[in-house]
């Protein structure tokens, strides 16, 4: 809601040029409708998920929230719903802002085999109390000081359950906090990939 919030805000911004303006519309008018679906319990079916396109598409209302999110690794396609994917992705990132204190986070893809596919959300926020990490999905379970619920990040494994992919905390070195969306994958990826055709763009 606040990136939609946001991307409102900006339309009615005349220094806004016709081509970024339009670029907007098309990102909140994705968001609505996703938002639709997901309130409504109808998320989009399961297919195959372009992840350089995917995450230039999810990414783009944390953008306008401004967040700076950094992604890395090489192009890759997944089995999973695309609406799950990107409520993970925001809450995750979402998380880090909240939670860690940190508008900057780093996503980075990684093939693990010829099955999985890995993609590592990670911040250098204030990180997770050890006394919570083995509880972290749990229902309800919110830091004292937590504006939250506490069922974003049991939602989002459920999501990733329901996609046949998991989500893990995963061991972090340094301060903040690191978590593995692990999605199957929908087909090897490129043998040999150049240098050149490696993604490495930020938000």
Request: hydrophobic share 35%; charged share 30%; net charge negative.
């Amino acid at each position: 809601m606040a990136g939609l919030v946001s991307g409102s805000a900006l339309l009615d911004n005349p220094d806004v040029s016709p081509e970024a303006r339009q670029r907007l519309w098309e990102s909140m008018r994705r968001e609505l409708d996703r938002m639709d679906r997901l309130l409504s319990g109808r998320l989009g079916p399961s297919s195959e998920i372009d992840l350089d396109e995917a995450l230039e598409s999810i990414l783009e209302l944390q953008r306008l929230k401004g967040r700076h999110v950094e992604v890395r690794g090489a192009s890759d396609v997944v089995c999973g719903r695309y609406d799950a994917l990107a409520e993970v992705l925001n809450i995750l990132v979402d998380n880090a802002a909240t939670h860690g204190g940190v508008d900057h986070s780093v996503v980075e893809v990684v093939r693990r085999d010829e099955d999985t596919v890995d993609i590592r959300v990670s911040d250098e926020g204030r990180g997770i109390p050890a006394e919570q990490r083995d509880r972290i999905f749990d229902w309800g379970l919110r830091g004292e000081d937590s504006p939250g619920e506490g069922i974003g990040l049991n939602l989002a494994q459920r999501l990733m359950t329901e996609d046949g992919g998991t989500l893990r905390l995963a061991e972090h070195d340094g301060t903040g906090s690191s978590f593995v969306i692990s999605l199957p994958a929908a087909r090897r990826p490129v043998d040999d990939l150049a240098p050149g055709n490696r993604r490495a763009w930020t938000f």
